[in-house]
């Protein structure tokens, strides 16, 4: 499948037909790097299908601040769908993905080991319909967050050429 393809709506989403599982896990995946791809393979290890929910420009602003994103949101799904372990990209605008969970109907709802599983949103939707929650640990030593600081450190401040 071209990645192209693999950027698309929950109604476009292909569920697997031999009953596997799909996968859901949400973020702004901004600046991958290996805890990016270290988490989303094991994601993608917990069923047949993942789907990743990305935040918009406007939802990543509003949550990270003003500096952020870094990428665009057509290059930061464009990175994610070249991924071999993404099946799916859907881009969202609210501030947390459920209104996307409700419409996705993941058998498996993933986040990172720095969200305790009562404090994942979805997750009474996902476990109402018989799915399961995880939590599954970070590679530590590994953020987005961590990276631009560096980079300002270096630098100076951002947008300084």
């Not at 929950?10 to 569920?15: D, G, L, V, Y």
């Not at 420009?57 to 990175?79: E, F, M, T, W, Y």
């Not at 709802?109 to 009562?118: A, E, I, Q, Y």
């Not at 300002?152 to 050429?161: D, F, K, Q, R, T």
């Amino acid at each position: 499948m071209n990645t192209e393809q693999k950027i698309t709506s929950p109604e476009q989403i292909e569920r697997p037909g031999d009953g596997g599982k799909v996968v859901f896990t949400n973020g702004c995946f901004d600046i991958i790097h290996p805890g990016h791809v270290d988490y989303l393979e094991r994601a993608r290890s917990m069923g047949a299908c993942l789907v990743v929910g990305l935040n918009s420009d406007a939802s990543v602003r509003r949550l990270k601040g003003a500096l952020r994103p870094i990428n665009d949101q057509q290059s930061r799904a464009r990175v994610l769908a070249a991924l071999a372990c993404v099946d799916f990209v859907i881009l969202f605008e609210e501030d947390t993905p459920l209104e996307l969970i409700k419409k996705v109907r993941p058998d498996v709802l993933v986040k990172g080991g720095d969200w305790s599983v009562d404090r994942i949103v979805g997750r009474d939707v996902v476990e109402a319909a018989g799915g399961t929650v995880c939590s599954i640990p970070l590679l530590t030593g590994y953020s987005t967050t961590g990276t631009v600081e560096r980079i300002v450190a270096m630098h100076g401040s951002v947008g300084n050429g």
